[in-house]
């Protein structure tokens, strides 16, 4: 793997999510600075271990802002402009802060980790061991930023895809946001029909628990994400009901083929969930000459993310021709064979090598 | 406790409840015949310890019918006929069935309970434990057959429910099918995504993955459910379109405040489920006069679901005057006393003592 050699990390938001990072990354050896808006937050998190001091560091070499949306782009633009060498925030919406902080030193970034628990109480080490953590480079985010960034979280135990900020609001409205607002809206449905008939909620058996308990969750952050990511939630709950509609349409009808194809399809894809796991068997090199085009890195690493193609790991290789590198990444052979034709028909030259 | 004396039990259809049914009663002393429409599923029961022998029994105490909702009433049929003495089905809707049974030794049920395996082999002898388990007597259900079924169940760890079928499926409706259809639904429609993007579902964290969860059992019992409960989905998935239409709304117009009051409202209802578990510390009787007239105890355990009132015990105490006698209920004080003021609005004599 990527060896990503200890250094100095700074935190501004030490709730949940920046607690977890800096006990990840003390663990590994860095010295992390930390702060929050709320003494008594910064204070509990040292205190838990999650940071060696409290404070800002101007020589650090990377900084998370895990603050709320709303203060996100004015943290990243003051930790930028103190010198702290690579930025990323945490948010949970990318497009608007990545237009906002056109940096080549700021890279959006996401961590798909967490839980209902608000605050650093619930901080842990392992909190991102085999999480996915999207990466979204703005069009003029540095190589070298991307690159260093994607080491430290990487080295964290997360999954890292690199996506492009449009594309990743569109996912998480997906799998994230519309279902959290589905959940709500079946619960709060349940609770009025409680007041009704107080049976109903002790009837509510274990699929039900399952799927109305992210509706537990505090609502306080909600509100900003829907305001932060409306298009595509809108665009997205605008599918849900016309599914629904359907479904509707089919249970009314009592068609039975077209429900049990329809919830078939549905058991297919779920079986299909990847789960993060271990490294597959069957391992390749894919090399790619790095076109000498700024953002060039970014343009890789998202046409795998596109493809779902999974990068194992991740390193560039100077060929001693000035700046110009190759680019090694660790991934699946069978998906490698398709990262290389999709780069060739983009230009982009590859080669795969096998290694198992 | 209610003491159930160990008896003779006939179980037709020995997949995951059948077979955890018999395992229950096997393990509380009871003698347990079972048969299957398909020979291997009964001889792998009878293997599991599920069974003490393959065969009906008519002189049998008690029949549970777990076969595929569209055989039971014919399976109930022959196990009255054949001289079972109260006889219970397991099916997941109940006004059709218990509408077609019209017989005073059938009482419909439903186990709040199961899993997305299939089959004798996710048999347990303890599933039904803590677990909510719904009978639904029909208007010439006979006290006894419902007083000896309850104690039966309860037996078996399971909280007893006692409503009207017509209420049962609105219940399970908002609270069982329709969240499951919506589970599928928001699975398919991330699936079909997936098609674009493979990267979507690597975004799948914690949270979709527990709301999609149903969506991986297989389809085949849903035509049947969707078919028998079609008027109860098909107003809840009014219901739940109209909502979702309302968040829609919020969501396009960006209304901070209207979003947090839902999402609010989400979570009380979501902490306000009730988990089964231990007796409350605040214990009463309540003592029932029982009205002379046929389905009385019905009615009553009927009204206490209703008002959400928990029967943590119930028997019969006959006064020595005829047949009429009193019913004593179990309850929490509070909820007690809610059910004496109903009954008494009905006409019903009651009182309440306080055990602790």
């Known amino acids: ?3 990503t050699a200890p250094g100095r990390a700074v935190i501004v938001g030490t709730g949940l999510i920046g607690g977890s990072v800096g006990m ?6 860095w010295h992390v600075s930390g702060t929050d808006a709320d003494d008594a937050a910064a204070h509990h998190a040292l205190t ?5 001091r409290i404070g800002t560091d101007p020589g650090a070499d990377v900084g998370f802002v895990a603050t709320p949306v709303g203060a996100v782009a004015a943290v990243v633009q003051q930790l930028l402009a103190e010198g702290v060498a690579v930025v990323t925030d945490v948010g949970s919406v990318k497009a608007r802060i990545v237009a906002a902080v056109p940096e080549a030193r700021f890279i959006g970034g996401h961590p798909m980790a967490g839980s209902e628990q608000v605050g650093v109480a619930g901080a842990r080490p392992d909190l991102f061991e085999g999480a996915a953590w999207v990466l979204t480079p703005g069009p003029g985010a540095s190589d070298d930023a991307l690159l260093a960034l994607r080491g430290i979280v990487s080295s964290m135990g997360a999954e890292v895809l690199t996506l492009a900020p449009e594309d990743h ?11 959290h607002l589905t959940a709500a809206t079946l619960m709060r449905l349940a609770g009025q029909r409680a007041g009704e008939h107080r049976a109903l909620l002790r009837l509510a058996a274990g699929g039900f628990r399952d799927m109305t308990r992210i509706a537990a969750g505090h609502p306080g952050i909600w509100p900003d994400i829907c305001v932060e990511n409306r298009e595509a939630i809108v665009a997205v709950l605008d599918d849900l009901l016309a599914e629904l509609t359907a479904m509707r349409a089919i249970v009314a009808d009592s068609e039975r083929g077209a429900l049990y194809e329809v919830l078939d399809q549905a058991r297919a894809a779920r079986l299909n969930l990847p ?3 271990d490294l597959p068997e069957d391992l390749a090199e894919v090399r790619v000459t790095i076109p000498d085009r700024p953002g060039a890195l970014a343009e890789v690493t998202t046409l795998a993310a596109t493809l779902g193609v999974n990068i194992y790991d991740l390193e560039i290789a100077h060929s001693g021709e000035g700046d110009r590198g190759v680019l090694v990444l660790l991934v699946a052979t069978e998906a490698g064979g398709n990262l290389v034709d999709a780069l060739a028909g983009r230009g982009v030259a590859a080669a795969l090598d096998r290694l198992t």
Chains 1, 2 share one sequence.
């Open 275 to 277: 789960v993060s796991g």
């Open 24 to 29: 990840a990354l003390r663990a590994r050896g």
């Open 169 to 179: 609001d569109r996912l998480v409205a997906m799998v994230s946001h519309v279902p």
């Open 48 to 52: 838990l271990g999650a940071l060696d």
């Open 1 to 3: 793997m990527t060896v």
